[in-house]
């Protein structure tokens, strides 16, 4: 059976389905699988011509092998077979003969985070039930933006959950407040804190510490958890797609079974990348792990250098899903490269919390250097990175996957590696129309055009359908209206509660 450990080095070993109950591990390590079982190529030659759903099956019961396959079968067919509409689920665009996009948002909400959250309530259900708890889990989510449209999504009117997402009043866009103030379900609350994005998320982790609110929810038969990328059960699904990228590239003739690929990935948390680490360690036939960032370019520095330093400013940019200055995921790269030494890990975070920085040495770097290499885009480059594709291919980019074919086009120049290279594209261009819109048609067109014009406008130039999801939302009914001050998330949260009992 394949058990968890953390990356800190606790020696205690649990099944998966307890990683994904509790999400974090005691010590404040993540859970890392301590075995990774090897594909062969027959065994990927058999992916080839099964649907999206029996790829992810065949993936994901080498990792929760504590599911029964009806389980895991479940999960995978409410998670992927209609929430999606496109009939491939992630489908593989070719660009030209060497340079693929791997379209990760035509789920609920057109972003890639739904590749993970429409299936980790389903895991969450069935973990909860197989470790004996009886309680109904509350998860609660602070967003900025993206994450807590796809959590509710995800956890809408499914059994034995509830989630509450708190999101700042004024601090998303209007096109991301209307996708959540609009929610269905009848599971699901969603509530405006005056306050900016820091504060949402400190008060959700003061609620999460509370003890007062503890015996309350224990009264209750009730739980909270969370719907965070550091959780096991948000990660090891989106290795499925780059397993099926692979054989939908064997399925079309344009690689042979064996073949190496390079995959570029725009990068934040360090999750959808480190997943393509955890398929290269599988057997998939992996050259080179692209990371993308923005001006947010710690991990590129880290990468070159083995230094990663977030001493640095933050800055907000066009692909705010990709403002990150602490990757909370490479903790578990760092976990692998150092040989699975929790001590040393843990030694590297603390110096990470206490002076800001860490520097993993030559050795590790080189290791790391082996599979992976980085590089950043600019804002300027990457609008023109939108406008080029444009151009070149009709294809409409959004800003976050623009950075990514910027920094593939500099690792070309600076290699000269052709090897053929899949794009992992993470949003819909429409759920940042803004960007893409000034990218493609100049500033004076966009000027004083709310953000529901700008979908018109980049639908009916570029000949592309706006996605339903996201079509006519200004002109659905509001359904969460509720908005508190940033000290008042708790009794907002126990109104909730009462109010559901
Ligand atoms: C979350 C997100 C990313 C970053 O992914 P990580 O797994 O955090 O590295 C990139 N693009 C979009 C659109 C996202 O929503």
């Known amino acids: 059976m394949v058990l968890y450990e953390s990356t800190r080095g606790g020696s205690e070993r649990i099944t998966s389905a307890e990683a994904i109950k509790r999400g974090i591990a005691p010590d404040g390590g993540l859970y890392v699988p301590c075995n990774i079982e090897k594909l062969s190529l027959e065994d990927i030659r058999e992916l080839v011509e099964m649907t999206y759903p029996e790829r992810a099956f065949a993936i994901l019961k080498r990792f929760l092998d504590d599911f029964s396959d009806e389980e895991l079968a479940e999960c995978v067919n409410s998670a992927y077979s209609n929430k999606f509409t496109h009939e491939d689920t992630a489908p593989v665009v070719e660009l030209n003969e060497s340079l693929f996009v791997l379209e990760l948002w035509h789920g609920p909400t057109c972003a890639f985070k739904d590749m993970a959250l429409q299936i980790l309530p389903h895991l969450l259900v069935k973990a909860i039930k197989k470790t004996g708890e009886k309680s109904k889990v509350i998860i609660l989510v602070a967003t900025s933006g993206d994450t807590g449209k796809a959590a509710l999504e995800g956890f809408a009117d499914v059994e ?233 291919y009709k294809y409409v980019l959004d800003t976050h996957t623009a950075v990514a074919v910027d920094v593939y086009d500099k690792y070309v120049i600076t290699t000269g590696d052709l090897t053929p290279a899949v794009v992992v594209s993470t949003a819909s261009p429409f759920k940042f129309s803004h960007s893409v819109c000034k990218a493609l048609f100049g500033e004076e067109k966009i000027a004083d055009k709310s953000e529901f014009e700008l979908l018109e406008m980049l639908s009916k130039n570029c000949g592309l359908p706006v996605p339903d999801a996201l079509a006519g939302l200004d002109k659905k009914k509001i359904i969460h209206e509720t908005v508190c001050e940033k000290d008042g998330m708790k009794d907002a949260v126990i109104q909730k509660l009462l109010k559901w009992e």
Do not use: H
Not at 166 to 191: A, D, H, L
Not at 210 to 222: I, T
């Open 160 to 392: 034995g959950t509830g989630i509450i997402v708190f999101y700042p009043e004024n601090g998303v866009s209007e096109v991301q407040k209307y996708q959540m103030i609009t929610q269905t379900g009848s599971n699901v609350s969603v509530i405006g804190v005056k306050g900016n994005f820091d504060d949402a998320q400190t008060g959700v982790k003061r609620i999460f510490a509370d003890q007062e609110l503890k015996s309350f929810m224990e009264d209750r038969n009730l739980r909270f958890s969370s719907a965070n990328s550091i959780n096991w059960g948000r990660l090891v699904p989106q290795i499925v797609y780059y397993f099926s990228a692979y054989a939908d590239l064997i399925k079309t003739n344009r690689i042979d079974l064996g073949e190496k690929i390079n995959f570029v990935v725009p990068t934040g948390n360090f999750g959808n990348i480190l997943a393509g680490y955890y398929a290269l360690k599988m057997g998939l036939p992996v050259n080179r792990l692209i990371c993308a960032s923005n001006d947010n370019n710690v991990l590129t520095d880290f990468i070159r250098t083995g230094c990663y330093d977030k001493r640095r400013e933050f800055i907000k940019t066009i692909s705010p899903s990709m403002d990150i200055l602490i990757s909370s995921n490479l903790e578990r790269l760092l976990y692998e490269v150092a040989d699975r030494d929790g001590t040393q890990v843990s030694s590297w975070m603390k110096q990470l919390f206490e002076n800001g920085y860490y520097d993993i040495g030559k050795k590790y770097r080189d290791e790391v250097r082996k599979r992976f290499w980085a590089g950043w885009s600019n804002q300027e480059e990457t609008l023109i990175t939108i406008e080029c594709m444009y151009e070149e």
